[in-house]
């Protein structure tokens, strides 16, 4: 039997960053929603209880390094079976973006491997495994839109945000959220406009969330990759209702209502920056 599952990409509608926790994370609350630019995950039980992945792209690690491969070794030793799995890995978010490919990913694994195994866990059971493999593996389980609370690994779901598109640019560098983290001071500390967001989505209120983006680590990414900077102007300049750069970036994200003015903004951030994405929220659609 084989599964097949998608993996969505995500983005931060809000981020604040409330202070350092004892066990070094920081505690942050953050409204999420997913996207409709997704990779898939192709699943296939094996007899000889081995986890093999494979990566269509060739660049990237299948071993023990790459999340999906933790989440169903994490999942087999949880579940107790002697069941393995081979995995395929279609990527389609691009790598180290902000957007949680490699977390949407491992949640993909847990939710595809659950039922391949027939193991019966809930999706909370699922979420709290997740939340061993890193921050954002919990939203993504449960996918859809939420509020995230603790170090992101709280989740309450809240409703599906008014549709509209999305342009993703991601500009050609890297940017390591471990080192963002470490460059927050205490007068960066942000603790409101996750609320004011949430209510928003709440209220189904498009112009509300157009005008309550918030992310407390634009302040420390952005003076040193300038071209964010640059990416985030060009979309404003273009005619996007509201732009943020998602997580600790570097892809910044600009909202659109109207189709017509869509391929406008594509287009002029096309001749900018080589990765460039056109999709829509997907809310609480699960794939």
């Not at 839109?145 to 993703?168: F, M, Q």
């Not at 928003?200 to 003076?223: F, G, K, M, W």
């Not at 109207?258 to 001749?271: D, F, I, Q, S, T």
Request: charge should be neutral; hydrophobic fraction near 40%.
């Amino acid at each position: 039997m084989k599964q097949s599952i998608k993996a969505p990409a995500k983005i931060n509608l809000s981020l604040d960053v409330l202070g350092k926790r004892s066990d070094g994370y920081h505690e942050v609350k953050m409204v999420m929603t997913q996207v409709d630019l997704s990779d898939r995950l192709d699943m296939e039980p094996r007899e000889d209880g081995l986890i093999h992945v494979e990566m269509s792209e060739g660049s990237l690690p299948a071993d023990s390094r790459n999340l999906a491969h933790q989440a169903a070794v994490l999942l087999k030793q949880h579940g107790g079976t002697k069941m393995g799995a081979s995995i395929y890995i279609y990527k389609n978010i691009p790598v180290a973006a902000g957007l949680a490919g490699g977390s949407s990913d491992a949640a993909a694994a847990l939710r595809g491997l659950n039922e391949l195994w027939k193991l019966g866990l809930s999706l909370s059971e699922l979420a709290e495994l997740g939340a061993e493999l890193g921050s954002d593996v919990p939203f993504c389980v449960h996918g859809g839109t939420a509020l995230a609370t603790g170090r992101g690994e709280c989740i309450e779901k809240i409703p599906e945000p008014p549709s509209c598109w999305v342009v993703l640019a991601k500009p050609p560098v890297g940017v390591s959220t471990g080192d963002i983290y470490k460059r927050m001071r205490t007068e960066d500390i942000s603790s409101t406009s996750a609320d004011t967001m949430s209510a928003a989505v709440r209220d189904y209120n498009y112009n509300a969330i157009c005008r309550s983006l918030h992310n407390a680590l634009e302040q420390v990414t952005l003076p040193m990759y300038p071209e964010i900077r640059q990416i985030k102007e060009r979309m404003r300049a273009s005619g996007v209702d509201a732009a943020l750069m998602s997580g600790s970036g570097p892809t910044v994200f600009g909202l659109v209502k109207k189709e017509a003015k869509l391929h406008r903004v594509y287009n002029a951030l096309r001749g900018f920056c080589d990765q460039v994405y056109a999709v829509r929220l997907l809310g609480e659609k699960q794939p």
